[in-house]
């Protein structure tokens, strides 16, 4: 994927029909015309290929790659509110609302689509469409130039995907989108729960909506081509709530989103991703090149009881979401799933109630216990299934892994607890001829603590294709987030409908939403430069003002975290940034392997460009990032790592001293311990030493380094990992 030429022949899609018509049967019409012609941010086409045929074509002189079109898949209130309450900073300060009215910036949103009449998009109080938008409103059947308006500005779908429409089936892009940059909406809840004010980040910011995604999944061709008009339309942020999985990464050129938006960040536009759902895996990490800004996903201070009361009266406090249409919740006779086992089945299938292995006859019109298996074969919603189909009227899940949190059961009584109140529930029903039971339907609990938490799902670092860039970037709310959705299909369109939902996707937008804020109040900034702000900014305690933690209880590790939770206020201000530049991200792919025709002819044409005569995957940990990852140390190793900041606060003569947070067996040094800044002096580098002892344990090791001038404290954290 080539950067366009002005004028160029081989830019013109005669060019590529060309192309193509040398290649495929004269009779095939349709495969001859392509799919998609890239020709804004970069140049390049898609079509139908056999394997022969791309063979053929990858031989082309002015061809660089061919790659198969991969299928991506989606990474599926109050969480502002509490992003406010972290940081100390209220939401009710003149700065925080001054940023929240009407704006210019426009997020594009690359998802399911969108749902235009639900109110978090409403355009009360907005001014005039940006001039600087050029883009359009497709409209479809079901979707009308008149369903955009001054907040929702554009719409489109690729017919490649089999989309008929923008129009958000799926709820995901709706959901995603209001997060993001949603109205304010007040009395919104789900089906009464978490009832409050639903906003976004950035309620005054204008939304794009781009449709890549289908039930099948999304498209990696039509995300390139939806980055393409994204950057022609004249977005300022793309939020990407998508990703493969990191087992299906094969390099960075062969990834839609990662090429995509290396033309973006070139054309100043900030591309935010979701990190993925696989975890607490580590190596999950997805969506990990340096110019991609990376959120894992958090849990903030909100939870929902589903409590249980036992036939003896004493009551259990549990955890999860079901809705009752009855006026009392009902007792019910309990059973243990080890006593139900279906015949010839093993008794410790039957606990862990995997698929199979209960009797019917002996489930069916009762509540039933089952046990998480430690090893996770098997999830929560399959566990539901099973004891569904085996006539179960009810579920108690014993979680003997970690942390108890909520699951969305919708109309199933449900309650998780954790092995101490399961030991009490057994010891009750071990104790008495006839257990049973109660499920009170679901309420909400807030504030609850401690919180954040690292979300179990949250996938994980170091990044697999490269450790030397310390993957997730940052961290946001991500379980049980409260956003918009689309009505049911028997409601008016119109009908306002929110629902909650979990995942790294909605972690990213509310990602997308700060960067909107922080670019609200510092327009002149560039994409690294907000990144840096966020990330250096970043808070790594929770609302106990200990250590973030994950859901098993333990210290979490920069791999969990990235930088940590983001304070978008207090990242308006953060003293000093990393400025990662175009030339960062071209070393960057030289130290990785790529040669530099390579690079020249898939992502710039800089005539100033060269590769470095040394290139080595260790010397990638150099590049001006705000973190620092080292891949490998051996031990009794000294390695260098050479950093530069620039002084974007309110003072320019201005000191800042160096403090380091260093584990036992690295041994980290800085020079100088001092950076002075002045009138004429707004960016001074700095070198860091790390030395991995003899006697250090061979893993991972984290710490940080923050600058402080005595008011602000930029923070950078390090993983090194001690060979």
Known sequence: MGS??????????????????????????????????????????????????????????????????????????????????????????????????????????????????????????????????????????????????????????????????????????????????????????????????????????????????????????????????????????????????AAFQSDYLSDPIAIGAFHAELKGIMVIASAGNDGPDASTVTNVAPWLFTVAASNIDRDFQSSVILGSGKVIRGAGIHFSNATRPKAYSLVYARNAAAASKPVEDARTCLPGSLDPKKVSGKVIVCVMPRDAVITKQIIKVVVEDAGARGLILVNQKERIRASDFGHFPFSEVDMTDGYKILKYMLHTKSPTVTIVPTVEVKPTKPAPIVAIFSSRGPASLTENILKPDVMAPGVLILAALPPPKTAKPSTPKFGLASGTSMSCPHVSGAAAFVKAHRPSWTPSMIKSALMTTAITYDNMRR?????????????????????????????????????????????????????????????????????????????????????????????????????????????????????????????????????????????????????????????????????????????????
Request: one cysteine or more; proline letters at 5%; glycine letters at 10%.
């Open 547 to 723: 250590p973030v933690t994950n859901t098993s209880g333990l210290t979490s590790t920069p791999h969990e975290t990235g930088a940590g939770e983001i304070s978008p206020q207090l990242a308006i201000n953060p003293g000093l940034v990393f400025e990662t530049t175009a030339q960062d991200y071209l070393q960057f792919l030289c130290y990785y392997g790529y040669t530099q025709k390579t690079i020249s002819k898939t992502l710039t044409k800089e005539p100033k460009f060269n590769c470095p005569k040394k290139t080595s995957k260790d010397l990638i940990s150099n590049i001006n990032y705000p973190s620092i990852s080292i891949g490998n140390l051996r031990r009794g190793q000294r390695k260098m790592i050479e950093r530069s900041v620039t002084n974007v606060g309110p003072e320019r003569n201005v000191t800042y001293v160096a403090h380091i947070e260093a584990p036992e067996g690295l041994v980290v040094k800085v020079a100088p311990k001092r950076l002075v800044f002045g009138e004429n002096v707004d960016k001074v580098s700095f070198k860091v030493w790390f030395y991995g002892e003899k006697s250090a344990s061979k893993r991972y090791h984290h710490g940080s380094l923050k600058w402080s001038d005595g008011y602000h404290s930029v923070r950078s954290g390090f993983s090194v990992n001690i060979n």
């Open 4 to 245: 366009p030429i002005e004028d160029d022949v081989h830019n013109s899609e005669a060019y590529y029909l060309q192309m193509l018509d040398t290649l495929l049967p004269r009779e095939e019409n349709e495969r001859r015309k392509g799919v998609h012609h890239y020709k804004h941010a970069f140049r390049g086409f898609s079509a139908m290929l056999t394997e022969e045929e791309a063979a053929a074509l990858s031989g082309h002189d002015e061809v660089v790659s061919v790659f198969e079109d991969p299928m991506l898949q989606l990474h599926t209130t109050r969480s502002w509110d509490f992003l406010d309450s972290l940081s100390g900073v209220s939401s009710s300060s003149p700065i925080y609302n001054s940023l929240h009215g009407s704006s210019d910036i426009i997020i594009g949103v690359v998802d399911t689509g969108i749902w235009p009449e639900s109110p978090s998009f409403s355009d009360k109080g907005f001014g005039e469409i940006p001039s600087k938008w050029k883009g359009i409103c497709m409209e479809a059947p079901d979707f009308n130039k008149s369903n955009c308006n001054r907040k929702l500005i554009g719409a489109r779908y690729y017919k490649s995907t089999g989309a008929t429409s923008a129009r958000d089936s799926n709820g995901h892009g709706t959901h995603t989108s209001s997060t993001a940059a949603g109205s304010h909406v007040n009395g919104a809840s789900d089906r009464g729960l978490a009832r409050g004010t639903a906003k976004g980040g950035q309620p005054g910011c204008r939304i794009a909506a781009y449709k890549t995604c289908t039930a099948d999944g999304c498209s990696g061709s039509a995300i390139l081509k939806a980055i393409d008009d994204a950057v022609h339309d004249g977005v300022d942020i793309i939020s990407i709530s998508i990703g493969l999985n």
